[in-house]
């Protein structure tokens, strides 16, 4: 049976904890309440009800002009958090001045006696990052005289589990390497719920298991997510989405991304000897990052005179460390080539390495 969608309202906020949680919640700046302003703003708190987490809510602030003379706003914002946006609209005026999107930059509006100015607020759930229940918030408004005033909002945000992390950054990995991770989903604002997960997507296997304590009321899953038998070369980037049970609850976001570079791999990527200060060895690891192979035979190409090879090691059968030392002097000119590294591997027959020796240091 599925769970419940939990609705739930603010209610009436005293003016006292409106106040604070407006400054505490999206922005740190307070602006002064003018009482005697000649405009009035309704609703005094716009209240955006209950909103899915990832969807959007919008509402309209109605700015009035009740004195006698004109009155000039210079800015309406800054909105503090990427969460909050807004348009102004002039229903009196047409063409371009009938409406613009307000960035909380100077604005240069001049209100006439009894004009109406409004303020279409969107606040968009899916820019927070870390999960959230309850917000409240104010737009600050400008004037040229006077004190300022605020636009008041909240919203009863339904957040029924949160997804850590969000983005999964593998870095360079090999073509073939068949890289994996994890993401957990953990309950937040609903106790109960099931995620049921075991598919391929474009190649990509995702698997779910359920890891929360059998003694606690709070669901947490784990998702395991493994990378297709081959990567194209070059930048990759991977969006999920899954459903869990629970009727009309946001579904399961989460991406991977990362660079698909060739499966045979050295490190370091450079080697420079510097012999009149002792660096006089070196080490290059070969590693074999495709998912169940071997590192096959390795051999090297002409060395320059001066530079020994000192042999090889394998430190497991996907990796091996190749040794050097520099056995003569320095140079009278600093020497740079390429280090050959010849593979068996058909795809990266060879491997080239930059190779510097400093030249001699003349003497003091």
Known sequence: MMAPRPL?????LSPLLLAFLATSACSKQSVAVAQDAPLAISPDFLDLGAVTFGERATGTFRIENIGDKAQSITRIGPFSCS??????RLPGRQGAEASRRL???RLALTLAPG???EVVFTLDTSRYRQPTSRKVGSVPVVLAEGPGLTLQWGADIWTPFQVEPWMTDFGEVGLRERPSGFVLVVSHDTYDFVVDVDTEVDGWTVKS???SDPDSVRQSYQLTFTAPPELPEGPFRKDFSFHTNLQGAPPIKFAVQGRAVPNLFV????VMFDPDRGRNHAEIHVVQRAAGKDLGKISLGELPE?????GEESLDPQRKVLRFAWTGEAPKESLHQDLLIMTDEEEQPEIRVPLSVLK???DP
């Not at 739930?8 to 009436?12: H, I, P, Q, S, Y």
Request: with cysteine.
């Open 115 to 117: 004009e109406v100015a």
């Open 83 to 88: 969460c909050a946006s807004a348009e102004l």
């Open 360 to 362: 001699r240091r003349q």
């Open 8 to 12: 739930r309202r603010f209610g009436l």
């Open 306 to 310: 001066g530079l020994e090879f000192l």
């Open 209 to 211: 298991k359920k890891v």
């Open 267 to 270: 490190s370091p990527t450079r």
């Open 103 to 105: 960035d909380g930059g």
